[in-house]
C-alpha cells in the first residue's frame, strides 16, 4: 500500500512569536472557523507550520467544529500530499489514520475479480476517508485512490476514537456526514444501473468540479471509464459530444467546463438530488 507523503517536520521548529499568537488566537476564539486565515503559514509551533496557505479548516467538518475541539485535535494532526493515482488504502485494509481532505479529491472504488472496477463514492474537502475506524471494524470495504492531487491532514486512529468517544461535536459532525456518504453510495448504483453514459458522466464531472476551486479538470477517458465501469469507448463518445456542443473542453488529459449549467442540464436527477443532501448536511453543521 502506497502511504501519503507526511510532511510533517514541525517538531524540530523553534517557538516564534507567530505561532503563540496562533496558539492564543484558538484559546480565546468561540468557533474554529475564524481561527486560521487562509494563507497562514505557522499554525502551532507543536506539529503543523509552514503549510504555505494549506490549513485544516479547508476541510469542512475541521471548520464546523467549536474552537475547544479543534484545539484539542490541532497538536495531532499530520499534513499529508496526496498525489494523483495514489493508493491510500486498499480494500479490507485495516486503516490507521481518518483523512481530512482540504484540496485532494479521493475515490472510492469496488474492485472486480477480473480487474474492472466501479467508483461507488467521492471524497473531498466535505467530508473525510475512513468512516470505518469510527463506525466498527475499522476496515476498509473499497480501495481509495487520489483522483485529483492536492493535500490534506490526517488523525491516529487512536486519537479518533478517544475524541469520537466523547460523544461531542465531532462525532455528531462525522455522524451526519456518513449519512450524507451513503445516499451519495446509494445513488450512485441507481445511476450507474439506469442512467446513460453520458448522463453518467456530467455527474461524475460536476461531482469533481463542486470539490474543486475553479473549472478545470486534471483527468483521463481511462480514468473515468474505470470509475464508472464503462468502455473508455463510450466515454471518448460522450465527451466528444459534450465538446462539439461547446459544454467542454478536452486536451491531453485537461478538461476545462465551459458551460456548467448546460453540463447540469444534460446531468440526470442523481446530481442534483446529491448537491441538496450534501448542502443539507452543511447547513445543519453551521446552525449546530
Do not use: W
Request: charged share 20%; glycine share 8%.
Amino acid at each position: 500500500m502506497a502511504m501519503p507523503y507526511v510532511l510533517n517536520a514541525c517538531s524540530n521548529l523553534k517557538k516564534s512569536t507567530k505561532n503563540n499568537a496562533a496558539v492564543l488566537s484558538v484559546v480565546q476564539r468561540k468557533s474554529a472557523a475564524g481561527l486560521i486565515q487562509p494563507g497562514t503559514q505557522n499554525l502551532t509551533s507543536l506539529r503543523i507550520a509552514g503549510l504555505y496557505g494549506h490549513n485544516p479548516l479547508q476541510n469542512h467538518i475541521l471548520g464546523a467544529l467549536p474552537a475547544e475541539d479543534f484545539r484539542r485535535l490541532l497538536p495531532h494532526l499530520e499534513f499529508v500530499a496526496m498525489p494523483f493515482g495514489m493508493t491510500v488504502c486498499e480494500a479490507d485494509s485495516q486503516m490507521r489514520h481518518i483523512y481530512f481532505l482540504t484540496s485532494s479529491i479521493v475515490s472510492l472504488l469496488h474492485d472486480m475479480q477480473d480487474g474492472s472496477s466501479a467508483e461507488t463514492a467521492v471524497v473531498g474537502n466535505e467530508g473525510v476517508l475512513g468512516v470505518a475506524l469510527y463506525m466498527g471494524g475499522g476496515k476498509s470495504l473499497n480501495r481509495a485512490m487520489v483522483k485529483s492531487a492536492g493535500y490534506g491532514f490526517r488523525l491516529k486512529a487512536s486519537v479518533l476514537a478517544e475524541e469520537f468517544a466523547r460523544g461531542g461535536a465531532l462525532q455528531q459532525l462525522l455522524l451526519r456526514y456518513t449519512q450524507a456518504l451513503l445516499a451519495q453510495m446509494s445513488q450512485t448504483a441507481v445511476c450507474n444501473r439506469h442512467h446513460s453514459v453520458p448522463q453518467q458522466l456530467c455527474r461524475c464531472l460536476l461531482q469533481t468540479l463542486d470539490r474543486l476551486p475553479g473549472n478545470e479538470i486534471s483527468v483521463t477517458q481511462s480514468s473515468i471509464a474505470a470509475m464508472l465501469g464503462v468502455r473508455r469507448e463510450s466515454i471518448a463518445e460522450a465527451a466528444g459530444k459534450l465538446q462539439d456542443e461547446g459544454l467542454i473542453q478536452y486536451a491531453r488529459g485537461h478538461l476545462t467546463v465551459l458551460d456548467r449549467h448546460g453540463l447540469e442540464a444534460r446531468s440526470c436527477e442523481c446530481y442534483m438530488g446529491l448537491k441538496h443532501e450534501y448542502h443539507d448536511m452543511l447547513n445543519e453543521e453551521k446552525a449546530s
